[in-house]
């Protein structure tokens, strides 16, 4: 983790510094695999601290307390810093965040059994999807059961996508939450 704070590979592109957001411990059982820290956690330094870590708390079924367990839930977005705004939001994950710090950081999670795969870049890494279609990687949730769930992201930008797909919420958001209260054994 020293060497992750101290990381400065993407330091020249990021137009408001580098500070690394991330929540890691070798005994979390659940992954949460998102895209960035938006503005509102990089002023703050805690992932999902947000309207969208709200909505993902509640999707997930668990506490401010159990979602900031290090020992329960680690939380590795595919940038781990701000990457700044864009024309229609937030830019992408710097690109060499991933490559650097992803592999060895998973591969030190001995007790993993649930990854929650957020968003198009996250599914890309972890599911071999390339392709932009969430929907579909989200709608095919059950070819990735138990281990993955894609998930769109949590963001209220995505409330039309939320209206648009009633089964998203009525289908595998009860099975999730039963699926980590299990993991959780909460």
């Not at 079924?61 to 020992?71: E, L, M």
């Not at 949730?141 to 992201?153: D, E, F, I, M």
Request: glycine share 6%; charged share 20%; aromatic share 8%.
């Amino acid at each position: 983790m020293a060497d992750i704070r101290a990381c400065r590979i993407c330091g020249p592109h990021l137009p408001h510094g580098v500070r690394p957001v991330l929540q890691f411990h070798p005994d979390a059982r659940i992954l949460i695999a998102g895209q960035a820290p938006g503005r509102k956690v990089h002023e703050s330094g805690v992932p999902f601290d947000d309207a969208s870590g709200e909505r993902l708390r509640a999707w997930m079924g668990v506490s401010r307390v159990d979602f900031y367990d290090a020992q329960k839930i680690a939380i590795l977005p595919m940038g781990f810093c701000y990457p700044g705004t864009g024309k229609s939001g937030d830019l992408p994950p710097r690109p060499e965040c991933a490559p650097a710090w992803r592999t060895p950081l998973i591969n030190t999670l001995r007790r993993l059994q649930l990854s929650l795969v957020i968003g198009s870049y996250a599914q890309a890494w972890h599911l071999g999807e390339e392709t932009n279609n969430v929907t579909a990687a989200v709608h095919d949730w059950r070819s990735y059961w138990p281990k993955q769930v894609p998930l769109p992201h949590p963001s209220p930008r995505n409330n039309i996508w939320l209206k648009r797909n009633p089964w998203f919420e009525a289908e595998l958001l009860p099975r999730l939450r039963a699926r980590i209260a299990r993991v959780l054994k909460i």
